[in-house]
Structure formats: C-alpha cells, structure tokens
C-alpha cells in the first residue's frame, strides 16, 4: 500500500496506538511530535514490525508557523490520512494559569488543527479521496471549571468537525470527530490533572485508539469510545449547562 497516514502527537499515548493500527494495515507514516527519541524508537519498531516506512518530523505545533512548515516539507507525499491528535491540557484556575501556557494550548489544540485541515484537505479533494480523523474529547460536551480552556478548545474541535464534516459530504472526504474520554495516558500527569476520588475510571489508550480507528476507517462521523463515555456524554448534552458545569467542578476537586 502506498498511502500515508499523517498523526501529530505520534510519539505516546493515543497517537502511539493509532501508529501502530496504521502500520499493521501498511499505512506508510508521518509521525509529529516535538520527542524526537521516542518518534525515532516508534518509527523502528514499526519498521521491524510491519516494513512500515515511517517519516519522522520533529515540530512544535504551539508555533504558529508550524503548520504551514510541516505542509510545505511534505508537498511530495500524497498524504491520505490526517489524525490531528496533538494536544494537551493544563488544571488551574483561568486567572492563576500563566497567560503564555493558555495561548499555547490553543495554539495546539485549536489554531493547529484549523490550518492542518484546511492545507491538507484541500489536496484530498482535489483527489477525491481522504480521511480526516479530530481527537476532541468527552470534555467538548459541557465547559469545565479550573480547565476552563481545555474544555473550551476541544468543544470548538467537536463543533468544527462535525460541521467540516457535513461540507466535505459528497467529496470522497471524511471526517471523524473522536470523543475519548478518561484515558490511560502519560495527559494527566502532564496537565497535573487531579481528580477527585470515585469519579471515574481510564480505559487504556491501545483499546482507546482501536476504536477510533475502526470508526474512522468506516466513515462514521462521530465517535465515543466506551459505553460510560457514550452514557455520559448523552446525560450532559440533555441537562441544563449549569448543572453539569456544578458537577464537573466537583469532579475537578475544587
């Protein structure tokens, strides 16, 4: 097979499972992440695996600048697959956290995402073929004290994929807005995530990212790992904002 599949935040966690599922379906690679030793370990493993060839692009999407670059440094490779993955999030309050750091998340998670799905898919229309997969979260279905961005940033990737999703209909595009939810992955202990105790439990990434994949591959538009993710997310849509927004404070321990 000569497609490439492109994943930002290749090198853990979700990504990581995505790399291996495209590489066991003999997607060639592009693997993003600013980790340049674990980007290069993956792409090994993948290549003693499967004979994957993997290109390995060390970027730092809270660059402005980063997209375009990394668009520019692959006009050579017909790129089939986008998975903007990359992402992360940051515990505090909106007035304690530092203001660089917030700008930097939405960088990542929203300002990244925009320019990558508007330079790529413009050549997957022209051919009339691709696949668009946005990791927003279970968090994009109400806001969320003291992660007020978080929350934020990835209820703007829901509502951007679905309605990019609905434009690109007919074109031979796709696009997947994936919804994991609590999930075992280095994200929480980087975001100094804390959460109050009974609240819920992770579903480990490598079944995470199996099913999104699945998803993704059958053109389905939305998907929600896990039947507590597919409950919870029903619940919020249907209560009122102020209540669920109440019950996500207390699930951030505050």
């Not at 980063?66 to 490779?77: G, H, N, Q, V, Y």
């Not at 998975?83 to 960088?107: I, K, Y």
């Not at 968090?139 to 829901?158: C, E, H, I, M, R």
Request: proline content about 4%; charged content about 20%.
């Amino acid at each position: 097979m000569n497609d490439w599949a492109l994943i930002t935040g290749g090198s853990a966690g979700i990504g990581y499972e995505l790399a291996r599922l495209f590489a066991a379906d003999h997607f060639n690679l592009v693997l993003v992440a600013r980790d340049e030793v674990r980007l290069k370990a993956l792409a090994t493993r993948l290549e003693t695996e499967h004979g994957t060839i993997t290109k390995v692009v060390v970027k730092d999407l809270s660059q402005d600048t980063a997209p375009s670059e990394l668009f520019d440094s692959l006009r050579d490779i017909p790129i089939s697959v986008l998975v903007n993955n990359a992402g992360f999030g940051w515990q505090g309050g909106f007035l304690e956290t530092e203001l660089p750091r917030s700008l930097d998340m939405l960088q990542v998670n929203v300002d990244s995402l925009v320019q990558l799905c508007h330079l790529f898919a413009r050549p997957m229309v022209a051919r009339a073929s691709g696949r668009i997969m946005n990791v927003a979260s279970t968090a994009a279905f109400q806001p969320g004290p003291f992660t007020a961005l978080y929350y934020a940033s990835k209820a703007f990737v829901f509502s951007f994929s679905v309605a990019f999703e609905e434009e690109l209909r007919g074109t031979g595009v796709t696009v997947t807005t994936f919804c994991p939810g609590f999930t075992r992955t280095e994200f929480h202990e980087r975001a100094r995530m804390i959460r109050a105790p009974g609240w819920f439990s992770m579903m480990p990434a490598e079944t995470v990212a199996r099913i999104g994949y699945q998803g993704m591959m059958r053109g389905k538009g939305i998907v929600v790992p896990g039947l507590l993710n597919k409950l919870s997310t029903f619940v919020a849509r249907r209560l009122p904002v102020r209540f669920t927004t109440k019950i996500v404070r207390r699930i951030n321990g505050k």
